[in-house]
């Protein structure tokens, strides 16, 4: 179970969203992945809502998988996942875990999964 508190706040000409998540995590899956396996998850929603209000169009999940493995899409996940680890950082975890962490979360959102043998 998680819990998710969303604010929307007028700022200058346009709206601050605010997302707050908060979910039990398994330790393991934390030294692994850090803060980055949830939050690239909540970045690549935001981006696809963005581009939905945008154009009034959805992502096509397989062009979206084709394009996070691409060399775009892994420059993205490095760009969130370095974020996520900075943050990581900045709130007391180990610079050194933190990054390895990154780097596995990285690795997940933009390595292809293996398609089963015919």
């Known amino acids: 179970m998680s819990w998710l508190e969303v ?3 007028e700022e200058g000409e346009g709206t601050v969203l605010e997302l707050v998540h908060e979910a039990p995590v398994d ?4 030294r ?3 803060p980055g396996a949830v939050g690239i998850g909540w970045d ?7 581009h939905y209000l945008e ?3 959805s992502l096509d999940p397989d062009e ?3 394009w996070m493995t691409g060399t775009e899409g892994i420059a993205y996940a490095r760009l969130l996942g370095d974020a996520w680890g900075a943050a990581a950082i ?3 975890d180990d610079p050194e875990a933190a990054k390895a962490a990154v780097d596995a979360v990285v690795a997940f959102y933009t390595v292809p999964p293996q398609q089963p043998e015919s």
Request: aromatic residues 16%.
């Open 7 to 9: 604010r929307l706040s």
């Open 64 to 66: 979206w998988e084709q």
């Open 32 to 34: 692994q992945y850090g």
């Open 44 to 50: 690549g929603l935001l981006h696809s809502f963005g």
């Open 55 to 57: 154009t009034a169009e």
């Open 90 to 92: 900045a709130d007391g």
């Open 27 to 30: 330790p393991e899956m934390w």
